[in-house]
């Protein structure tokens, strides 16, 4: 890789890694200077939900962002997302145990069975706490690649969870997650049919492998090759 990509690469996953760090200091500032509102708990709640389904749907884009562009390099980008979404969510859980529940655990546990948004969004942290464990390279290959692919496509189950659990908290204005449900459906439509694509090829191939030689030989692409 030439030296000045490098270091244009470089220079973007830092910028990346700081504007993702963003929402937090805001939200720091905010807390410092008594900018959170009427309902402070309820806005420090909301916006590291908000960020935490951002950054886990940006997660979910970058692989088709990288095939559509063809740079490489922004494969290296999802796991710092991947691991900024289980941070916010992290956060958006602590405040919910700790500032709003004050840590009644026995409260906080019938809540996660008797309140279907809560055990969603629950269910959401803890299938992304594995993933945010098993994301360094090291565990890559403890685990095999294989099965480290097998379980980070987990991460699609946690984000329809996401999703799912800022609709039903959601009463009355929707839009904001429909249009992260939205989202969510265009990023798993492209893989879905990217996938689909991608096992035609391959059974196509293995079709064209399975044949005789002799019939490979006669097909029309032979034969105009041949004829060339």
Do not use: C
């Amino acid at each position: 890789m030439p030296a000045n990509r490098r270091l244009i690469e470089r220079a973007t996953r830092t910028g990346i890694f700081l504007l993702a760090l963003a929402p937090f200091g805001l939200l720091a500032f905010d807390t410092l200077t008594d900018r959170l509102g009427t309902n402070p708990i309820e806005t420090v709640t909301h916006r590291t939900g908000w960020w935490a389904l951002t950054f886990l749907l940006l997660t979910l884009a970058v692989t088709p962002v990288r095939q559509l562009t063809g740079i490489g390099w922004l494969v290296k980008l999802r796991r710092m997302l991947g691991l900024y979404a289980f941070f916010y969510a992290s956060l958006h859980f602590g405040v919910y145990i700790g500032l709003d529940q004050f840590f009644a655990f026995d409260y906080i546990v019938e809540d996660i069975m008797d309140r279907p948004y809560i055990t969603v969004g629950f269910t959401a942290l803890v299938i992304l706490t594995p993933l945010a464990l098993t994301s360094t390279k090291r565990m890559v290959r403890r685990l095999g690649g294989r099965r480290w692919n097998r379980l980070h496509k987990m991460v699609y189950v946690a984000a329809v969870l996401g999703v799912l659990h800022f609709l039903w908290l959601v009463k009355a204005d929707i839009l904001e997650p429909a249009i992260f449900a939205l989202t969510l459906g265009l990023l798993l439509s492209y893989r879905l049919v990217t996938s689909g694509l991608r096992q035609l090829r391959l059974r196509r191939a293995a079709r064209s492998a399975a044949r005789p030689a002799s019939l490979r030989a006669q097909s029309p692409a032979a034969e105009g090759s041949a004829g060339a």
